[in-house]
């Protein structure tokens, strides 16, 4: 059961880390917000990285993975130059949805190239808690016409993440977690760099909005780890299926935080959320008891 403590984790993580992209957004522009958090994040796990024992500045090699490195960065620039841009020409709630579309992109990539194997657990909750995280994130907002210029690109940010995934999980059987965020933070601020010069729109001067920005940077260095550490110990779908639970945590935290309640269909979709999850993880337990396994402490 790690992988799964790993994916429920990183998805408590991605989800502190969305609200903070969200804060942040408030008050910076995209391309300053995204490049300097990404290298608050980098530089926070450059130094981890020098100062452990276990993984030392020998492991930054890139061990034949260059390429893939590369592949890596492009595709993780593409997702957020397509998701920042969409939101010129589509809603919050379009893109919020469509953004989930990143499992069935998985799921197809997974089963045309042979990679993975859905269970029947997985058949199972999946279109279930595809319909629970609508219903916590209002579909009904969902705008059908007039947003298809904006959709079409969060779609494409869904499929690139969705292939982003597989070629990180490769890349993960050749270095570790915290090398491979290192080196997809670096590329992805340059990417940032690169819309901020085209936004010519300097960052702001506010102590609290750079408050929110480095509390962001150091989010990054957790949660983006995390996310991979779950990648490399489960199949990408089941991940994907796991942080399907993300606008659950966020309603939470508005809950907690702000107090606003869910109403009406969020709850029905908060309890197909939590159903799902359960199955996955019994089955899970189920299948290892079965076959015998016994997970290692790591």
Aim: net charge positive; aromatic share 12%.
């Amino acid at each position: 059961m790690i992988a799964i403590a790993y994916a429920l984790v990183a998805t408590v993580a991605w989800t502190v880390n969305l609200l903070l992209v969200n804060q942040v957004m408030r008050m910076w522009p995209a391309g300053w917000a995204g490049a300097l958090s990404r290298l608050i994040s980098t530089g926070i796990i450059g130094l981890w990285i020098l100062r452990s024992r276990a993984i030392g500045w020998r492991r930054m090699r890139f061990n034949g993975q260059g390429r893939r490195i590369l592949m890596m960065g492009g595709a993780a620039v593409a997702v957020n130059v397509c998701l920042f841009t969409a939101m010129k020409w589509t809603t919050v709630a379009n893109a919020a949805l469509l953004y989930r579309s990143d499992l069935l992109f998985v799921i197809l990539i997974g089963w045309f190239l042979g990679l993975e194997r859905i269970t029947w657990a997985g058949w199972l909750v999946m279109p279930m808690m595809f319909a629970g995280m609508a219903l916590i994130m209002r579909i009904q907002y969902f705008q059908w016409t007039g947003r298809l210029r904006g959709d079409l690109l969060v779609l494409l940010a869904a499929f690139s993440f969705a292939v982003n995934a597989f070629i990180i999980r490769s890349i993960l059987h050749h270095l570790g977690e915290h090398v491979v965020a290192f080196y997809n933070n670096l590329l992805c601020a340059g990417g940032f760099v690169v819309l901020a010069l085209i936004q010519k729109v300097g960052p702001p001067v506010q102590v609290v909005a750079w408050g929110w920005l480095v509390a962001l940077g150091v989010m990054g260095s957790i949660s983006l780890p995390l996310y991979y550490a779950a990648l490399h110990r489960m199949p990408v779908w089941k991940l994907r299926v796991f942080m399907l639970l993300s606008p659950l945590m966020a309603a939470g935290a508005d809950w907690l935080i702000w107090g606003q309640r869910l109403h009406g269909g969020q709850w029905g979709g908060a309890v197909l959320l939590l159903a799902g999850a359960v199955v996955l993880i019994l089955s899970e337990a189920r299948a290892m008891r079965l076959a015998g396994i016994k997970e290692p402490d790591t």
